[in-house]
């Protein structure tokens, strides 16, 4: 190595200061140019901006079924769709709010501000986030390109058996649900193996456990609830899948199989889904209730022991979406009370953050404006999930309209409110400008009044009898009436979103500059520019409160001794987060994008044909060895 | 004003065990897969309490070639630790030495498992109890194979210039995975081949 390029080699950022410091580090995790460059890239920001478009252009894809069907059941006796349609839309619009929006959605947020908010340049293992991203596209793509091509699941977000076997429904469409579903939980396992070692070894020097911001707890207590229930229903959706390709006989009752067992299994998973769904709404809660009220979160501790305790519960409720089921009594009694048990814990963060806002003093902004009709549609669907934790009340309303209206409150009221105001609340990081707050709170007003007109009626219809999944019904039921009231708010629900994509992109272009912290916010992601540099921070912080940026005055500590021109970050030590190595991150490269693709047609091969995984995996096995075979000797250093 | 408190240029940029990243991304995917096993044995079990038929259908397996892969298996863990010291010792010689056994004793591995399948009495699509056998033992055979494909992609680029520095840190890890598949294997022998013997 010559001399000039050996002291390149060695610049450490204590070395240089100020542009020439920024610049070089931005050169060194930059993004390359083009379109190979776009695809190679690693970078946890540009990935996670994509998986946050992607999942918004499947919330209005998803959305867009809704209003079909709602204006299908408007009136009575309609027949602006038929009932062969109308499965289709359902089950369209469920899989893909629950797999390709809910739970990518929170893994954008994720991908994005754990990084920033621990303070480190890049999430572990960048190049599998990479490949997860393409992974997820790609499932979604196949999954909205069969329909497309009338390829399309009819039989519900759950695709129960026999209903989804092979003798009741012949065709392709169940077999490409469950290939999305192997996509999506492949995709969503990766991640969350990237922010549990993201969150336990890359913390900014001084972050201790009980330094953690609770946005970044809640995000750590999810991706393990995703690590320990998403293999159930990817080992469901392959048995299912095995059952109509290749003759398994799993779910076959003649031949020794049971119905009942892919009901444990899938719901086995689709308990803490709700949760893996609703937990990054309770994390985006806690960041924007801290910075309005302008006070740290009340009650850390026991926020986080609350979290620990909703990851733990959310394992033993899965019964209770199979009450009429005809279980024994003693294992419905049982899951009545862990049901009514999940309520604690929730109940302890409604209070600590009601506390946090009751102390401080809350600045009405857009953001906790949304939080705050977070509050009242949450609880009143948990509310009507204590009513249905009950088994006699379950038995009368189950598959009726109140469990729809029930499941909208908790879902779209825990998750869709705080995600809007999340919105808005990280949209000046991630661009550089502010959203309009005028439109901000319109926004609000349309979708406050949209959700509950569109929803509550609904709790009346389930308790009148209207069962769900019904493409229609006789006008002399007299549900007409409530259904249209219902038609009517799910547009003024939709209209909030059309306004709220107006505003980012006419924000974007030109909404007031943010500057790097607009809200006077307490945690790391403010630190860095807006938008943040490939590198996130020029110095990595060290951390000496749970509030950095409140705490600390105009005197800033940080860490030194990192090369500049290479991709080196802190690997600290678990509880204290004491500094340990000096770890390389993975540069760029095409082949986590090529593994996704040859991934992608080995699993769509495998609808139509086994071989396609014989023959597919050792092309995936040769993509993957060139993707981490060492390119130079000084990686190996 | 922006003041270094700590300076870390003096830290090594690698090292073994829990220390390092690619070990907990290591245990995060045994921990997922463990999930997935775990799952795959309770819906066996399921089976064998809920269907008045299993008594029936659950025929005894072949206990010949399973118990030469089971008794490969455990042994391997011996080399596979002395692995792992060697790695972490970043002695080149021994390192290259016991990934040759190890590949070989894998591909051994792989071969028994192909006879473990031709020997099955039951076809997967025979009843429900045969659709365990063959997903079980084909869940576990993916991790042997994985694992194998692994280690000889590990032995070849050991025997090049790459073989330094951080790549013992990479044996180091793929011996701690190999122990997850000896682990991982245990229950599901004693439920494949001893369970319905009882």
């Given at each position: 190595?010559?001399?000039?390029?050996?002291?390149?080699?060695?610049?450490?950022?204590?070395?240089?200061?100020?542009?020439?410091?920024?610049?070089?580090?931005?050169?060194?995790?930059?993004?390359g140019r083009g379109l190979i460059g776009a695809l190679s890239t690693v970078d946890h920001k540009i990935i996670g901006i994509r998986y946050a478009m992607t999942a918004f252009a499947f919330l209005l894809a998803g959305g867009i079924m809704a209003i079909i069907m709602r204006l299908q059941l408007a009136r009575p006796d309609s027949h602006l769709v038929d009932a062969e349609l109308y499965n289709q839309l359902f089950t369209m619009h469920g899989t893909t709010m629950m797999f390709l929006f809910g739970v990518p959605v929170g893994e954008a947020f994720a991908v994005y501000l754990v990084p920033l908010m621990v303070g480190t340049r890049n999430i572990a293992f960048p190049r599998l986030n990479a490949f997860s991203y393409y992974v997820y596209l790609f499932?979604?793509?196949?999954?909205?390109?069969?329909?497309?091509?009338?390829?399309?699941?009819?039989?519900?977000?759950?695709?129960?058996v026999p209903l989804a076997s092979l003798d009741f429904t012949p065709g392709k469409g169940p077999d490409?649900?469950?290939?999305?579903?192997?996509?999506?939980?492949?995709?969503?396992?990766?991640?969350?193996?990237?922010?549990?070692?993201?969150?336990?070894?890359?913390?900014?020097?001084?972050?201790?456990?009980d330094r953690i911001p609770l946005f970044v707890w809640t995000m750590l207590v999810h991706s393990f609830i995703i690590i320990f229930a998403m293999p159930a229903v990817m080992l469901a959706s392959s048995m299912l899948i095995m059952d109509r390709l290749v003759g398994t006989q799993f779910f076959n009752a003649d031949a020794g199989g049971d119905l009942l067992l892919w009901q444990h299994l899938f719901w086995f998973f689709g308990h803490p889904e709700v949760y893996i769904i609703f937990l990054p709404g309770t994390a985006f809660v806690s960041a924007i209730v801290a910075t309005f009220s302008r006070r740290p979160i009340f009650g850390y501790l026991p926020m986080v022991l609350s979290l620990i305790a909703i990851g733990f519960l959310s394992f033993g409720l899965w019964v209770h979406h199979?009450?009429?089921?005809?279980?024994?009594?003693?294992?419905?009694?049982?899951?009545?009370?862990?049901s009514m048990a999940i309520a604690i814990p929730n109940g302890v963060q409604i209070f600590c953050w009601i506390a946090t806002l009751w102390d401080g003093k809350p600045v009405l902004k857009t953001p906790l404006i949304f939080v705050l009709g977070f509050f009242f549609i949450f609880v009143a669907g948990g509310l009507s999930g204590v009513m249905l934790a009950s088994v006699p009340i379950d038995t009368q309303v189950h598959d009726t309209y109140f469990v729809v209206a029930h499941f909208h409150y908790v879902l779209i009221g825990g998750t869709l409110f705080p995600l809007v105001a999340a919105v808005y609340y990280w949209f000046p990081k991630v661009t550089g400008r502010l959203m309009d707050e005028r439109v901000g709170k319109w926004q609000f007003a349309l979708a406050f009044i949209g959700f509950n007109t569109a929803f509550f009626p609904m709790h009346l219809l389930g308790l009148h009898g209207m069962p769900r999944r019904v493409y229609t019904y006789p006008a002399e039921m007299g549900w007409g009436g409530l259904n249209l009231l219902a038609s009517a708010g799910a547009l003024l629900f939709f209209a909030s979103f059309l306004l709220m994509l107006w505003n980012m992109v006419v924000s974007a272009r030109s909404g007031a500059f943010a500057g790097d912290n607009p809200w006077d916010a307490e945690t790391l992601e403010w630190a860095a520019s807006s938008p943040p540099q490939p590198q996130n921070f020029d110095r990595i912080p060290y951390i000496t409160s749970r509030s950095p940026l409140w705490d600390q005055g105009d005197d800033k500590a940080v860490v030194g001794g990192l090369k500049v021109d290479e991709r080196e970050l802190v690997v600290t030590s678990i509880t204290e987060a004491r500094p340990d190595i000096r770890e390389e991150s993975p540069a760029p490269s095409i082949w986590p994008f090529l593994a996704a693709f040859a991934t992608a047609v080995a699993f769509i091969g495998s609808i139509y044909t086994p071989w396609a995984?014989?023959?597919?995996?050792?092309?995936?096995?040769?993509?993957?060895?060139?993707?981490?075979?060492?390119?130079t000797i000084e990686e190996n250093v | 004003m922006v003041r270094s408190v700590i300076d870390v240029s003096g830290l090594?940029?690698?090292?073994?065990?829990?220390?390092?990243?690619?070990?907990?991304?290591?245990?995060?995917?045994?921990?997922?897969?463990?999930?997935?096993?775990?799952?795959?044995?309770?819906?066996?079990?399921?089976?064998?309490?809920?269907?008045?038929?299993?008594?029936?259908?659950?025929?005894?397996?072949?206990?010949?070639?399973?118990?030469l892969f089971t008794i490969v298996l455990v042994v391997s863990a011996l080399p596979n630790f002395l692995i792992r010291r060697a790695a972490m010792r970043e002695s080149l010689r021994s390192v290259r030495v016991l990934l040759l056994v190890m590949s070989a004793v894998g591909l051994v591995l792989v071969g028994l498992r192909v006879?473990?399948?031709?020997?099955?009495?039951?076809?997967?699509?025979?009843?429900?109890?045969?659709?365990?056998?063959?997903?079980?033992?084909?869940?576990?055979?993916?991790?042997?194979?994985?694992?194998?494909?692994?280690?000889?992609?590990?032995?070849?680029?050991?025997?090049?210039?790459?073989?330094?520095?951080?790549?013992?840190?990479?044996?180091?890890?793929?011996?701690?995975?190999?122990?997850?598949?000896?682990?991982?294997?245990?229950?599901?022998?004693?439920?494949?081949?001893?369970?319905?013997?009882?």
């Open positions: 190595m010559s001399p000039a390029a050996e002291e390149r080699h060695e610049t450490r950022d204590t070395d240089l200061g100020g542009e020439e410091l920024r610049a070089r580090l931005s050169k060194t995790w930059g993004t499932g979604g793509l196949m999954l909205w390109g069969g329909f497309a091509l009338s390829i399309r699941p009819d039989v519900g977000w759950f695709s129960y490409y649900w469950a290939q999305m579903i192997t996509f999506t939980e492949v995709a969503a396992l990766a991640v969350s193996v990237e922010i549990v070692v993201t969150v336990l070894k890359q913390r900014a020097p001084g972050m201790t456990l199979m009450f009429v089921t005809g279980l024994p009594e003693v294992g419905a009694a049982f899951f009545t009370a862990s995984i014989t023959w597919g995996s050792p092309v995936v096995a040769i993509v993957l060895v060139a993707w981490f075979w060492p390119k | 090594p940029t690698y090292a073994f065990g829990s220390r390092v990243t690619p070990w907990w991304g290591t245990l995060s995917f045994c921990l997922l897969e463990g999930t997935g096993f775990a799952l795959g044995i309770a819906g066996y079990l399921y089976l064998a309490v809920t269907n008045t038929h299993w008594t029936k259908d659950a025929v005894h397996l072949n206990l010949v070639w399973s118990a006879m473990e399948f031709s020997a099955l009495p039951v076809r997967w699509s025979d009843n429900a109890y045969g659709s365990f056998v063959w997903l079980l033992l084909g869940l576990h055979g993916v991790h042997v194979l994985t694992d194998v494909a692994d280690t000889l992609v590990l032995t070849v680029l050991m025997f090049t210039r790459h073989g330094t520095g951080k790549r013992f840190s990479d044996a180091e890890d793929n011996a701690f995975y190999w122990y997850f598949v000896v682990l991982s294997w245990l229950p599901l022998y004693a439920v494949l081949y001893w369970l319905p013997r009882l």
